[in-house]
């Protein structure tokens, strides 16, 4: 038995749906509306525009749960406004259980999810459509021009996008090379005061003689604390030779006695 899969939501239903129409013979609009300003009273999810060969016109209805299948059949001039400009009229839902038997109206197709893709669970008669009103001519052409509009502001944004990028990496890359020139004047202010401390000229000496110069300040080093490991084992050795004295001489004193 094979696995169930989870019902689409509406936007995997219009891509799917907007995969069906992705090549150059079809114009495919969502949210089509049936007029412009106040005109517009309906809106239909997708209209696809055949642009080559028989140039017909396809509408969608896009059905994702079962109450608002019933939703629409209580509502069937919602439909009609679009319906009777279209040469075939497609209902495409995200399960197939959503409409029972006997509930597709005989003009309407029906489309069901099938793997990736969706598949045609019953065929869209072809209809008889009406000349496309003023109405929607008008809003098909305010939407043709806002999406060429969109794609230009697209473009603008993109090149905004590109110029504040930049504008960041050189910013970032100046702080990077601010930071190490103050470390290089840093380092560099170090060796002076060192130089000037030692009497040593850094810049004088160069591959061994700095590693000679090196061991024999390990060296002076060693022998500095060796010293004065010396001088606390003497005086240490003092205070010992004084303090048998000290012993040995209350000895004799009580032997006179």
Not at 10 to 27: F, S
Not at 69 to 82: S, V
């Amino acid at each position: 038995m094979g696995k169930a899969t989870a019902p689409l939501q509406t936007h995997e239903v219009a891509a799917r749906i907007a995969k069906r129409h992705d090549t150059y013979e079809w114009l495919f609009l969502e949210e089509m509306r049936n007029s412009t300003g106040f005109g517009a009273t309906r809106s239909a999810d997708a209209i696809a525009f055949k642009m080559y060969g028989d140039l017909s016109i396809h509408g969608y209805e896009y059905k994702v749960t079962r109450s608002d299948w019933l939703k629409e059949l209580q509502d069937p001039d919602k439909a009609d406004t679009f319906k009777v400009y279209c040469d075939r009229w497609w209902l495409a839902v995200g399960d197939k259980d959503i409409v029972r038997p006997g509930e597709l109206p005989p003009d309407w197709g029906l489309l069901v999810p099938y793997g990736k893709t969706m598949r045609v669970s019953r065929g869209a008669p072809e209809l008889k459509p009406r000349p496309i009103s003023r109405g929607m001519q008008a809003s098909f052409m305010q939407r043709m021009y806002r999406e060429a509009h969109s794609d230009e502001t697209h473009q603008k944004e993109m090149e905004e996008a590109r110029v504040k990028a930049k504008e960041h990496a050189e910013c970032t890359a100046k702080s990077h090379v601010d930071m190490a020139m103050q470390e290089r004047d840093s380092a560099l202010a170090g060796i002076v005061a060192f130089e000037k401390a030692s009497g040593i000229k850094i810049s004088e000496y160069r591959g061994s003689n700095q590693g000679a110069m090196f061991k024999l300040f390990m060296q002076i080093q060693q022998d500095q604390a060796y010293l004065r490991r010396l001088a606390i084992t003497a005086k240490e050795l003092q205070s010992l030779s004084e303090a048998m004295t000290t012993f040995i001489g209350g000895i004799t004193q009580k032997g006179a006695d």
